[in-house]
């Protein structure tokens, strides 16, 4: 049970800790990844947004410096010729030049079809200013900048002439890639670091609950004084608090319970005893009114053997509380000797007379260290059980099937125990119903020393009509280290079976207990 319960604790702990290091590192690598994709954009528009800011700056102002040498409409060769100039102000630009049928580019050996599309162009041609589009030629991407040329009169009518920048971007793409790459490569440590961080979270929080799981498995296994340290003010202190609250509880229940439980023997042990005295007296008073019971009249003498019948029960029952007392208290021994347990069986149904109403079946040569009255009283209650509600034949069959172990059955052929009878058959005082003739106790009623074949009942046995006997059988089955079980034959009737551990001669300990 413990040990299953730890494996519980280490799965739970083990758990937890995955759990919350798997949540440590997914936040941290949502939280990377978020960062790097907006940092990304905003520094890939940032420099988009510069580069198209220049290019369109410098356009106007070039062709505004250069344009107003130009005479329109121009001839091919005054077309170039602006072109050019137009580009020596911007560097490595392409500059296209275009008036109705004619074009001119600065760079002679420039493929512009592919890079100024139809949309732009005619963006262009409609003449509300300067405009921009990013392209993708070859793989490559590029900025072409579009705007008309406008006459300086006051209307600002467009002259027809349309000039267009190429702007390569790859140097800026190249430069957001590599602050990409970076970003990225920072994530790799900022997932470690998540995750170490996520391990000492992860302690941090467990081990106040392994220290609870401890706790409280010591509390299960019976150490009501398990108790944990509360640290802190947070949830887990309060847990902490509230279960050391709980195991104080328990504690102070479980000690009013036993203070109760050991007030209760004591007060069955002092009334037992009290009551050996009076009823030692009635016993004898008793004894002599059925000893001349013949010469009293009939109702005289039935009333006198009654109250024999009736004392001789009370007195048993006194015993019986007596024995159960020191079953409680733990004060009894065993008296343990080498025995012939197939003797102790044939002795203990001569003493009550049951040799011709019971059938034997016994493996001779079975000797044990056992203590003999103990054996004696289990068969008594046993036997005089199947006599007294059972039907005959009944049975008792000594066996020792394994070599450690003794096995003695008691059969008879009644009408056997319900299932709920059988479950609650040794309970103390248990009233069963009356599936089996007279059947006013459950547990032992049918007990040893139960009337003999003279009417008289027998010696040395507890239970004999007290409702214990079952009790007390099974009580000094384990004080030997076995125990009683009962169940019901295929060919109807009730089987007890004892089970005792055969202990041989040489085993023999003193002050067995």
Known sequence: MRRSLGRGSRRLAGGLRVRLVVTFVLVALVSAVTATALAYRDARTAVLQRTQNTAVNDLRERVAAVGAGLDLPPDQRSLSRFAAKVSEGLGARIVVARHQDLTAVSDAYADTEGRITAELRAAVRSGDGARFQRVQWRGDPYLVVGTPVTYADGDRRTSGLEVFVITDLRAERDDTAALLDSVRTGTVPVVVLAALLA?????????????????????????????????????????????????????????????????????????????????????????????????????????ARTVGAETARLSRLVEDLMEISRFDAGAVRLDATVTDLADTVRASLALRGWTDRVTVKLREDVRAVVDRRRIDVIVANL???ALRHGAPPVTVTLAAPGGDRVTLEVADRGPGLPPEARERVFDRFYKADAARTRSTSGDGDRGGGGPGADGSFGQGGFGQGSGLGMAIALENARLHGGTIEVAERPEGGAVFTLRLPLRHPEEEEEGDG
């Open 383 to 385: 036997v005089g059980n």
């Open 199 to 303: 391990l000492l979270a992860a302690g941090t929080v467990l081990r106040p609950v392994r220290k609870l799981g401890r706790a409280t498995r010591e509390l299960a296994a019976g150490d009501l004084g398990s108790r944990v340290a509360v640290r802190g003010h947070d949830e887990l202190a309060d847990l902490a608090r509230t279960f050391n609250e709980t195991a104080d509880a328990l504690q102070a229940s479980d000690a009013e319970l036993r203070a109760q439980e050991a007030k209760a023997r004591r007060f069955v042990a002092d009334v037992s005893h009290e009551l050996r005295t009076p009823l030692a007296a009635m016993t004898m008073v008793a004894t002599v009114l059925e000893e001349d019971a013949d010469q009293l009249p009939p109702d005289a003498a039935h009333a």
